[in-house]
């Protein structure tokens, strides 16, 4: 692959699916590249989201349409599978 195809994926999109994809792998939904075992660790998921919650919030307004949609419909799936795992933790 050469320097020109790898700087042309890298988009805000890419950007926020990559951190997405960790707070899953965090939340236990997606198995660990590195182990290929999936566990929950809702400290590190809880911060990922914030993470992308403060991304979206310093990001406002500079946003086009589609990845405004992408940043909120990752969001609403990321707090609602946190909330999920937690009500599991306390069971």
């Known amino acids: 692959m050469s320097e020109d195809q790898v700087h042309s ?3 805000f999109e890419a ?3 990559s951190l997405s994809t960790t707070a899953m792998v965090h939340l236990g939904i997606v198995p660990d590249p590195a182990t290929q075992k999936a566990s ?4 590190a998921a809880r911060q990922m989201i ?9 990001t406002k307004g500079n ?3 589609p990845e405004s ?4 419909a990752v969001l609403f799936d990321l707090r609602m599978n946190y909330v999920n795992k937690t009500k599991e933790e306390k069971k």
């Open 15 to 17: 950007f926020i699916l």
């Open 50 to 58: 914030e993470l992308i919650g403060m991304l979206q919030e310093k």
């Open 69 to 72: 949609q992408l940043i909120d």
């Open 63 to 65: 946003l086009s349409a």
């Open 40 to 43: 929950a660790n809702l400290p």
């Open 9 to 11: 994926e890298v988009s």
